[in-house]
């Protein structure tokens, strides 16, 4: 299958003027790393963007004891794109960047394509896998709305659960939002997103809504309603599927979805199952975008324990970087990086998590050399 760009991410009307600002944040473990491998990537591209590289997360809290400084924030507010590389959430705050990016500035649409590639064997799914998770990215378990069940139970003494029960007085709670505003506006994205694979003859156009409205009945049940309503007036073919069902389908027939649309823990669950179908999570790109800005990051995490190494995998955030200057515009530049990232792989020059004995380096310079 020729993996091309729009593929992944719908055309969207934001061309910047002039030379396009990107913000590179690195973060923790192997971050800074694939970061800067994707931007000689971009810069072999012949792709003009100024670049800033703000201090933020651990070294921020190292020297400013804030992981996230107002003039980085700045920074960012006067970004185009941001170029993200990977946190260690087992440090403190330093997970601050990631924050403000998804809660403050809400760059709640979370695109997470998983496409076969030829070169690369996938323990599931055979080869024709082409699907994108859409994963709201705003709200659900994840703004951190947790707390002491003694506080909510004094301040809230009158509240049953679903069964008429009181709530236990000794514990921890984590609220789980659902507004239909970003209800709303994430199924709107995951609908002109397989609108346009169908136009585009890339896949059907159908939506898959993975929920779990059979347990979350008032939450979820709010999530399926919504979706179903826009859906249905879009004309596009959809099914509804537990969460449960939907991650085991994965395993078994990958190649069976198109567009995923679901809420914020299923889709950063799912998308850790799904990344296997295209040789695991250091191929696996993405892009959150919101209605004024947009961040790229692979979905894998920081590896501390192969920082320095040389080990990492810079691929999917090259890919990321691909999907970047789909957004910025410069899909012809996109198309290229994607083509020499696989065309590298399928001449054997590969990290040792695809069985290869490349190093970030070596890699990143047999990308170059290709797009030189
Ligand atoms: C992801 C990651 C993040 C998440 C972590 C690093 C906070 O797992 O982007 O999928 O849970 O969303
Ligand atoms: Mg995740």
Redesign the pocket.
């Known amino acids: 299958m020729k993996l091309s760009p729009d593929m992944w991410i719908p055309p969207i009307e934001r061309k910047p003027e002039g030379v396009p600002k990107i913000v590179a944040l690195g973060g923790d473990g192997i971050g800074p790393e694939v970061v800067e491998a994707t931007l000689r990537c971009i810069e072999a591209l012949g792709v003009k963007l100024e670049i800033s590289r703000p201090i933020h997360g651990t070294d921020a809290v190292k020297e400013l004891g804030n992981p996230l400084p107002d003039e980085t924030k700045r920074t960012i507010d006067a970004a185009d794109a941001v170029l993200f590389g990977a946190?260690d959430?087992s440090i403190g705050n330093a997970?601050a960047a990631?924050l403000y990016l998804r809660f403050d500035l809400a760059m709640y649409a979370n695109l997470r394509p998983v496409t076969s590639v030829d070169c690369i064997p996938s323990i599931i799914g055979g080869d024709n896998t082409n699907l994108v998770i859409v994963r709201e990215l705003t709200e659900g378990l994840?703004p951190g709305r947790e707390g002491q069940l003694a506080d909510l139970t004094s301040k809230w003494p009158e509240y049953r659960d679903g069964r008429g029960n009181e709530l236990p007085k000794d514990g921890a709670f984590s609220l789980r939002v659902m507004t239909p505003e970003a209800i709303e506006r994430i199924v709107k994205f995951g609908i002109r997103l397989a609108k346009h694979r169908k136009d585009k003859g890339y896949s059907r156009g159908h939506i898959s809504l993975v929920h779990k409205a059979n347990m979350l009945q008032i939450g979820d049940g709010l999530f399926v309603e919504i979706c179903r309503k826009h859906i249905e007036a879009s004309g596009l073919s959809y099914d509804e599927i537990y969460v449960d069902e939907a991650a085991r389908r994965l395993v078994a027939e990958p190649q069976n979805y198109d567009v995923i649309v679901t809420s914020n823990l299923f889709g950063?669950v799912l998308?850790d199952v799904a990344s296997e179908a295209m040789g695991g999570m250091p191929m696996v790109p993405s892009a959150a975008i919101g209605d004024t800005g947009a961040y790229f990051e692979s979905?894998h995490?920081s590896a501390p324990d192969i920082v320095g190494t040389g080990k990492a995998n810079p691929a999917a955030t090259i890919l990321s970087g691909s999907m970047m200057l789909s957004y910025l515009g410069e899909t012809e530049a996109a198309s290229r990086l994607i083509d020499a990232t696989l065309g590298t792989i399928r001449s054997g020059i590969k990290t040792g998590d695809l069985g290869g004995s490349a190093t970030t380096d070596s890699f990143t310079d047999a990308v170059c050399e290709r797009l030189g």
């Open positions: 946190i959430t997970k990631l994840y950063d998308s979905c995490g």
